[in-house]
């Protein structure tokens, strides 16, 4: 793949256009729209962090709710219990995410622990974690954190407290700075050196590639860049509970986009978020009209399954051959 050729003036024009319309959405759509709108892009921007692990350098995790979880409890904690604004909390989150993430790419890395055992790995601080903060008092315990609401008219940027327009323009900025550092890591070295050890890490090694810090850097990224939308998480829906922010289905959930858009694709985490949203939601009226326990469930797992089958390097290589975009790279 050759760097300039990521994009052509032609997709360029088709994503200034796609931002236009998003930027202009909360003029022409209500709150629950929004919302909507907001749970896609942030499904996009988490599918990204988790794709330059995953999908650049191929180190498969399977916990990175545990940085969600991170990042959310030490912007939330700090908020609640000193006034620290979530600007400056989102640092001492991200920290603790990379510190993290560090021990476990050292475990993983050095005794040479590799794909699902890797995976296994991640999975295991991640419930480790979800206990820990499920007895530890500071942070609310079983009982949950509840970010305190003062205002959802005004907006106060600097505390995160306001209105649904004010985090969706967070949101949709997050998913675009998300998408332009993922572009521009593909476009240097490090992208190259990622996508070789990827495909083959013996070789890359052979070729004199340092593995070992390569992987460890994308491990590091990946769980810096998720742990702020744990941030997000935490402002957005002002509570947090260590059962349902650290849980293996929120993992999952994080990882579906990238898989059902492209794994290792720039496009593929979007596209993959607007695909599981909008399936969500079209089955839960679904489900409220046919009035039958678990056809949302049933019929959500059908059409994935359907798409994995059909699709299974993902939808949006197949799009982009369709929409004559192939020389545009990723």
């Known amino acids: 793949?050759?760097?300039?050729?990521?994009?052509?003036?032609?997709?360029?024009?088709?994503?200034?256009?796609?931002?236009?319309?998003?930027?202009?959405?909360?003029?022409?759509?209500?709150?629950?729209?929004?919302?909507?709108?907001?749970?896609?892009?942030?499904?996009?921007?988490?599918?990204?962090?988790?794709?330059?692990?995953?999908?650049?350098?191929?180190?498969?995790?399977?916990?990175?709710?545990?940085?969600?979880?991170?990042?959310?409890?030490a912007a939330g904690a700090l908020f609640i219990h000193f006034g620290v604004s979530p600007w400056i909390g989102v640092f001492a989150g991200m920290t603790v995410s990379v510190a993290v993430s560090s021990v476990i790419?050292?475990?993983?890395?050095?005794?040479?622990?590799?794909?699902?055992?890797?995976?296994?790995?991640?999975?295991?601080?991640?419930?480790f974690t979800r206990v820990l903060f499920d007895h530890w008092g500071w942070v609310g315990a079983s009982s949950g954190l509840v970010l305190p609401v003062t205002n959802?008219?005004?907006?106060?940027?600097?505390?995160?407290r306001g209105s649904t327009s004010m985090?969706?323009?967070?949101?949709?900025?997050?998913?675009?700075?998300?998408?332009?550092?993922?572009?521009?890591?593909?476009?240097?070295?490090?992208?190259?050196?990622?996508?070789?050890?990827?495909?083959?890490?013996?070789?890359?090694?052979?070729?004199?590639i340092p593995v070992f810090r390569y992987k460890m850097i994308a491990v590091v990224i990946s769980a810096a860049m998720t742990s702020v939308g744990g941030m997000f998480i935490a402002f957005f829906s002002n509570n947090l509970f260590p059962e349902s922010i650290f849980s293996m289905h929120r993992s999952l959930e994080l990882i579906l986009g990238p898989i059902i858009g492209g794994v290792g694709t720039l496009f593929g985490p979007i596209l993959g978020a607007v695909i599981l949203t909008a399936m969500g939601e079209t089955f839960t009226i679904l489900g409220e009209h046919?009035?039958?326990?678990?056809?949302?469930?049933?019929?959500?797992?059908?059409?994935?399954?359907?798409?994995?089958?059909?699709?299974?390097?993902?939808?949006?290589?197949?799009?982009?051959?369709?929409?004559?975009?192939?020389?545009?790279?990723k």
């Open 152 to 160: 959802r008219v005004s907006d106060d940027f600097w505390l995160l």
């Open 290 to 329: 046919v009035g039958i326990d678990g056809v949302k469930q049933i019929a959500y797992g059908i059409c994935l399954l359907a798409i994995l089958i059909v699709k299974p390097n993902g939808v949006w290589p197949w799009l982009r051959h369709r929409l004559g975009l192939d020389g545009d790279g």
């Open 167 to 208: 985090f969706y323009y967070l949101i949709l900025a997050m998913t675009v700075a998300g998408f332009l550092f993922s572009r521009s890591l593909l476009m240097r070295r490090i992208g190259y050196y990622w996508q070789a050890i990827r495909e083959n890490e013996d070789a890359a090694d052979a070729l004199g």
């Open 1 to 73: 793949m050759n760097a300039g050729t990521l994009f052509s003036s032609r997709s360029a024009r088709l994503l200034l256009g796609l931002l236009a319309v998003l930027s202009l959405a909360p003029l022409g759509v209500d709150d629950y729209t929004l919302s909507i709108l907001i749970a896609v892009l942030l499904q996009a921007y988490l599918g990204m962090s988790w794709n330059v692990m995953m999908g650049f350098a191929g180190q498969f995790s399977l916990g990175h709710a545990l940085y969600i979880g991170l990042g959310a409890y």
């Open 105 to 127: 790419g050292m475990l993983g890395f050095r005794f040479k622990v590799m794909g699902v055992y890797f995976a296994l790995l991640t999975i295991a601080f991640a419930e």
